[in-house]
Structure formats: structure tokens, C-alpha cells
């Protein structure tokens, strides 16, 4: 039990987001806030809605404010940084996404951006970029109706079916989140079961193995 303060729990109408968040206590900090859109992102692309990470790693430095990284069985890694909200550095190029912000590089070369209104429209960057790029693509994720999530979820409700931010998905996300800031707390690797839904500690792939701390068993 904590007494009543209104930077917590705000009384009335207010201008700013309740700081409870930032209280372990109560919520789960930057990572579980503003980072589940972004992971929620990263899980999307990764086509991982319905799973989600083998492992959490610690930054190298000891730090709780960036460098954990969470690890695919297929060996791809997402680490927590400065920069873009969400980065993808891919084979042949790389994809920088921010809210009002978007670039698109291709062998080292910018193909389009929207940085700032200097740089036109984001739309038509990234309208250009699907054009140019994407016109056959075998995958296209799919996108919300006109009237965004929330009709989404309106008309899932009417046709008993699925929204595409469904609860599954958001669970999975919220899963990242929490594994990112275990690992940053106890400052230890911990190793996941995406389809048991449990920490593990042994039977870590290959690439895992001779990390110098231990896995978390519970």
C-alpha cells in the first residue's frame, strides 16, 4: 500500500500521462510503454504474433538503460538503442521507422525518406517505395480498414472473427517487454520457451552456449 499522489493517479482532466508508469511497482517503464508498439512491430515483421524469442540478454555493459537484446531461434537479435523507434538492418539494406518519420536504404544507398517537411511527403516516400519495391512481393502484411484499429476490432466483434491486433499478438508483444526488463533487472541471461510459456534452462541452442552467466529457472 502506497498513500495517494497525484503524480500516480491524477484526479480530474490532465495534460500529461500519469507517471506511474515509471514506477516499478506499477508498470514496466519506457520498455513496457512506448517499447510494445515498437516490439509489437518488430514481432509483426518477424511474422512471430504467435510466438516470440528464445532468450533475453543483458546489455555487455552492465547498464539498465540500453544494449538487452532479445534472440529468434533463427538467430536474429533485437537490441534496444538510441535512434529510430524501430530499425531493421536486412540483408541487402535497412528500414528506419519513426512515428512521422520513415527511411528507406538499399545497398547503402538512400533510396527514399521523410525526415523532416524538407523531404516532401511521407506518404509519397512511402508510396514510391511500394511502388518501386514491392509491387510483387510474395509477402504483404495486411493493414487495418479506414477506420482503423478500432473499426477493426468493431467489425470483428459483429463477424466473430479476428482483428488483426488481436489478443494473441498483443500478449506475445507484452511478453518482449517483460522479458527485456527481467533482464535488465536481475542483469542475467534468461532463456524462454515461446510455445511452453516458461523460463528454460536447459536444451539452449548452439549459439547460446558459453555465456558466462546463468539461465533463470523458474
Known amino acids: 500500500l502506497r498513500p ?27 520498455v513496457c510503454d512506448m517499447g510494445a508498439h515498437h516490439l509489437d512491430i518488430v514481432q509483426w ?22 544494449g538487452a537484446r532479445l534472440v529468434y531461434d533463427d538467430g536474429v537479435e533485437v537490441s534496444r538503442e538510441k535512434g529510430f523507434h524501430v530499425d531493421f538492418l536486412c540483408e541487402n539494406g535497412r528500414i ?20 523532416e517537411p524538407a523531404d516532401g511527403s511521407l506518404n509519397r516516400a512511402v508510396l514510391l517505395t511500394e511502388r518501386e519495391f514491392l509491387r510483387d512481393a510474395s509477402v504483404r502484411l495486411p493493414t487495418p480498414p479506414s477506420g482503423g484499429h478500432q473499426q477493426d476490432f468493431l467489425d470483428a466483434v459483429l463477424s466473430r472473427g479476428r482483428p488483426l491486433a488481436h489478443v494473441e499478438a498483443g500478449a506475445r508483444s ?29 536444451g539452449d541452442p548452439s549459439w547460446l552456449k558459453g555465456s558466462r552467466r546463468d539461465y533463470l529457472h523458474a
Open 96 to 115: 528506419q521507422v519513426s512515428r512521422g518519420k520513415f527511411r528507406f536504404e538499399l545497398e547503402g544507398r538512400t533510396v527514399h525518406q521523410f525526415l
Open 174 to 202: 507484452a511478453i518482449c517487454c517483460h522479458l527485456m526488463n527481467l533482464t535488465y533487472y536481475h542483469q542475467t541471461s534468461l532463456g524462454w520457451d515461446p510455445k511452453r510459456l516458461r523460463f528454460t534452462r536447459g
Open 45 to 66: 515483421a518477424l511474422d512471430r504474433d504467435d510466438s516470440g524469442p528464445v532468450a533475453a540478454m543483458p546489455p555487455e555493459d552492465g547498464s539498465n538503460g540500453y
Open 4 to 30: 495517494y499522489h497525484s503524480e500516480l493517479s491524477p484526479r480530474g482532466v490532465h495534460e500529461f500521462f500519469p507517471h506511474w508508469r515509471a514506477y516499478m511497482e506499477y508498470g514496466g517503464g519506457g
